[in-house]
C-alpha cells in the first residue's frame, strides 16, 4: 500500500516552479517542515517552532556512539535497557552485543532497547549521555533543542525545532558510518550466544524512491509522524524534515521530487 502510494506521487509529483525561498508551499502538511536543495533553504513553515522530535533524537546517540565506540566493541545490555518500551528489537539484560549492530538497530528499526544500551555504554547512565547530547547541541548551534533523554520519548523540555534537525542531520551524515547505515534497506544484530535479530528500516523511501539515502523516521503519540528523508540525484542533495506530518510519505515524497525539479528547472535557465 505505502508503496504504491509513493510510486503514484513521484510520477504525478508537480514541477517545482521558482518561488520564494521559505516559501510554506506545503500549508498543513505538517506541523513545521524543511526543504533544502543544495544547502539553500527552499521551501518551509515553523521551521524555527520547538516541537517533539521523536525518534529523530536518536540520530544524535547515533553521533555520539559512533564516535565513542568502535563497530565490534562489545556492548552489554542492560536490566533497563531490555526493558525498554516503544519500538525494541527484544534485546535481553545480559546480551552482548557489537556496537555497530545496536546503532543500526537503533537508527534502522528505531530500537529503543539499542539506543538505551548504546546510552549506557558511552556515558555510564542515560542521564550523563543526555548531557553530552545537550553539550553536543550547543556546539552545533542548535538554539532551538533541548534533550530530556535518549531515545525521543515524550517528555517535558525534550524538544527540537525542524531547522535543528537539519543540521543534526548534516552531522550524522558526515559520519561515514551512520550515512551507510542509513541508506540499507534492513539491518541485522548478533548477539555473542548466536541470537539473530533482523530488522527492517522503517524510513520505507529507500529503496523506492530513487536517491533516496536516508536518515531517520519517528513517531510518539503527541510528536505524530516525524521524517528526515535525504537523496541524491545527478550531483543535486535534498534534504527534507517534518514533524507532526499526517501524510508522512505521500507529502515527503512530493517535496522530495519538487525539489529535485525546482533544482533542473533552476539549471535549464541559466544555461546561455
Known amino acids: 500500500m505505502i508503496r504504491a502510494a509513493i510510486l503514484v506521487v513521484a510520477g504525478f509529483a508537480a514541477a517545482g516552479a521558482a518561488t520564494a525561498a521559505s516559501e510554506d508551499r506545503w500549508p498543513g502538511a505538517a506541523a513545521a517542515y ?10 518551509a513553515a515553523n521551521d524555527s517552532a520547538r516541537l517533539r522530535p521523536a525518534s529523530l533524537t536518536k540520530m544524535m ?3 555520539l556512539a559512533a564516535e565513542a565506540l568502535a563497530p565490534d566493541d562489545t ?3 542492560s536490566a533497563r535497557a531490555a526493558a525498554a ?4 528489537v527484544g534485546l535481553r539484560s545480559g546480551m552482548k552485543l557489537a556496537a555497530e549492530d545496536l546503532v543500526a538497530a537503533a537508527l534502522l528499526r528505531s530500537a529503543n532497547d539499542a539506543c538505551l544500551a548504546l546510552a549506557e555504554r558511552v556515558a555510564g547512565s542515560e542521564q ?9 547541541a550547543a556546539k552545533l548551534g542548535l538554539a532551538d533543542t533541548r534533550f530530556a533523554n535518549a531515545c525521543g520519548f515524550d517528555a517535558p523540555g ?10 543534526l ?8 558510518r551512520i550515512a551507510a547505515i542509513v541508506a540499507r534497506e534492513s539491518g541485522t544484530a548478533r548477539a555473542a550466544d548466536g541470537r539473530r535479530f533482523r530488522f527492517d528500516n522503517t524510513n520505507v523511501l529507500i529503496g523506492r524512491v530513487e536517491g533516496a539515502r536516508g536518515v531517520k ?10 521524517l528526515v528523508a535525504y537523496a541524491e540525484r545527478e550531483g543535486t542533495r535534498v534534504l527534507v524534515v517534518m514533524l507532526g506530518a499526517p501524510d508522512r510519505w505521500w507529502d515527503a515524497v512530493a517535496m522530495i521530487e519538487s525539489a529535485f525539479d525546482d533544482a533542473r528547472a533552476r539549471r535549464t535557465s541559466r544555461r546561455p
Open 34 to 43: 524543511f526543504v533544502r536543495i543544495d544547502g539553500e533553504v527552499r521551501w
Open 61 to 63: 546517540t547515533a553521533i
Open 217 to 226: 523516521t519517528g513517531w510518539t503519540k503527541a510528536a505524530g509522524r516525524c
Open 75 to 77: 556492548v552489554v545490555v
Open 169 to 176: 542531520a548534516d552531522a550524522a551524515l558526515a559520519e561515514p
Open 85 to 88: 518500551k516503544g519500538a525494541r
Open 128 to 136: 550523563a549521555f543526555v548531557a553530552r547530547m545537550n553539550e553536543r
Open 158 to 167: 525534550h524538544f527540537m525545532s525542524a531547522r535543528d534537525l537539519a543540521r
